[in-house]
């Protein structure tokens, strides 16, 4: 009775992990000729987007008076940014370090003689024509680290749709061309894949500043980006 039970209950199972399993349906069969191509589409956008990393470094003799000072220093910081419009939601603490300082010489043990520290922050905002502003008020309250801004696209879905209906024209328009060549025509596209939509993102232009009378009145030209989206379509030539 016991084996019998057992082989029930194996029927039973077999059709649960049958379901399990993962279903890929077959491409749709292609009557003419095969042809795969890969095509491009490009779609431009002035930045909207501006992104500072600012902070204070501090030194002391004891670790306690350096973190002491760089937040007092540091609170000022965000202050002006509030001050200047910045949200409280646009800035984002990067990073929070403290390291001990040592005096090397020759033939001798490094010598402890003060410790760093540094409060870093990530700033993001829309103005950028704004951008002079925002950073004469970081350097007036003490922040001795500087660097961007990196100018982006802060909602590029739209200019991505735009490339990809470029890329799918593109596409299209070289099947055709082989299409002729051979004497057939494109009857259908039987599928389509994305490689997935890009955009450069510049780097950041390094500002050191270190005068808190410095006037940050550089121009900042947001210039245009470039969007890519690449396909890789089939066509069913006959």
Not at 24 to 45: K, W, Y
Not at 221 to 235: A, N, R, Y
Request: glycine share 6%.
């Amino acid at each position: 009775m016991k084996s019998i039970w057992l082989g029930l209950a194996l029927c039973a199972a077999a059709p649960t992990a049958v379901a399990a399993q993962a279903v890929q349906a077959p491409m749709p069969a292609i009557a003419g000729t095969r042809l795969e191509v890969s095509a491009t589409g490009e779609a431009t956008r002035v930045p909207d987007l501006a992104i500072i990393s600012a902070g204070v470094v501090t030194r002391q003799t004891t670790a306690t008076a350096a973190i002491q000072e760089n937040a007092e220093r540091m609170e000022r910081v965000l202050s002006a940014l509030k001050r200047v419009g910045i949200e409280e939601r646009d800035v984002q603490t990067s990073s929070i370090n403290l390291n001990p300082e040592y005096r090397y010489q020759d033939n001798r043990s490094p010598e402890l003689v003060g410790y760093s520290a540094s409060n870093q922050v990530s700033i993001r905002f829309h103005d950028i024509r704004n951008t002079g502003k925002i950073l004469d008020a970081l350097v007036a309250e003490g922040a001795n680290q500087i660097n961007g801004p990196t100018l982006t696209i802060d909602k590029p879905e739209a200019a991505l749709d735009e490339a990809r209906l470029k890329a799918l024209a593109n596409g299209r328009a070289r099947a055709d061309v082989y299409a002729r060549a051979l004497g057939r025509r494109v009857a259908r596209i039987v599928s389509i894949s994305e490689s997935g939509g890009s955009y450069p993102v510049p780097p950041p232009m390094p500002m050191m500043m270190e005068a808190r009378n410095q006037a940050a009145d550089s121009k900042i030209l947001p210039g245009e980006q470039k969007l890519q989206v690449t396909l890789s379509i089939v066509f069913d030539l006959q």
